[in-house]
């Protein structure tokens, strides 16, 4: 079951699209548009329908959850996607990736506090 939602940027336009890291809901146009720029050219857009369930999932293995963060490539990659194109990179599971960078933002946030 797909559902009509309107794009978070020009809403005029069904969404087809959410970003990975935005967490908005895109039309194609807008997501070229609003991703045009160096810096966001790493988020990755999910097709909607695709995403019904709120899970991640590959943009190349449409039907695989996106389970792993490629240290090299510093995106979410499938099962799949790790065994083919990203083989030899260090890798983590999501989760404990994050879990990780939140420690580590919590570190540098007490040392700024004490080097102040």
Not at 12 to 28: F, G, H, M, P, R
Not at 77 to 90: A, F, G, N, Q, R
């Amino acid at each position: 079951m797909q559902c009509s939602t309107m794009c978070s940027n020009c809403e005029t336009t069904t969404a087809e699209y959410i970003c990975d890291k935005c967490q908005e809901n895109y039309c194609l146009e807008c997501y070229q548009t609003t991703h045009a720029p160096r810096a966001l050219q790493n988020h990755q857009k999910i097709f909607i329908n695709k995403n019904v369930s709120g899970i991640p999932l590959c943009e190349i293995h449409t039907d695989v959850k996106l389970k792993y963060w490629c240290q090299k490539c510093h995106r979410s990659v499938c099962s799949d996607c790790l065994l083919i194109e990203h083989k030899d990179h260090p890798y983590n599971l999501i989760n404990k990736a994050a879990n990780e960078l939140q420690t580590k933002v919590y570190i540098d946030i007490i040392i700024f506090y004490i080097l102040k």
